[in-house]
Nanobody, 124 residues
Framework: QVQLVESGGGLVQAGGSLRLSCAAS????????MGWFRQAPGKEREFVAA????????SYLDSVKGRFTISRDNAKNTVDLQMNNLKPEDTAVYYC?????????????????WGQGTQVTVSS
């Protein structure tokens, strides 16, 4: 069982930045591909970003490309999401998730473990 704990959410004005972090309990963290998803009120959960087990490939939701950056530190068992130039439409609960393979990073159904989420609110 992998425990995932997100941190770093908060309230920020449009154009501002936040850095989300996800800490994993699993010592074999490098064996998991990692992803970030988000869910806004009244909407379905959507893919935001993912990174492969070795950190050698990333993928992003089109609307966050060039603004968000996902990274991981396998020595520290952490995965981060740097979010710049935030927009009100980025407001959501952000979830960290872990999966056993690099395949299908955009599909939430392929992720085995999820964190509790952290709220990000962007004011206009």
């Amino acid at each position: 069982q992998v425990q995932l704990v997100e941190s770093g959410g908060g309230l920020v004005q449009a154009g501002g930045s936040l850095r989300l972090s996800c800490a994993a309990s699993e010592r074999t963290f490098s064996g998991f591909a990692m992803g970030w998803f988000r869910q806004a009120p009244g909407k379905e959960r959507e893919f935001v970003a993912a990174i492969t087990r070795r950190g050698d490939d990333t993928s992003y939701l089109d609307s966050v490309k060039g603004r968000f950056t996902i990274s991981r530190d396998n020595a520290k068992n952490t995965v981060d999401l740097q979010m710049n130039n935030l927009k009100p439409e980025d407001t959501a609960v952000y979830y960290c998730a872990a999966k056993y393979s690099d395949w299908g990073p955009r599909s939430s159904g392929t992720y085995a473990f999820w964190g509790q989420g952290t709220q990000v609110t962007v004011s206009s």
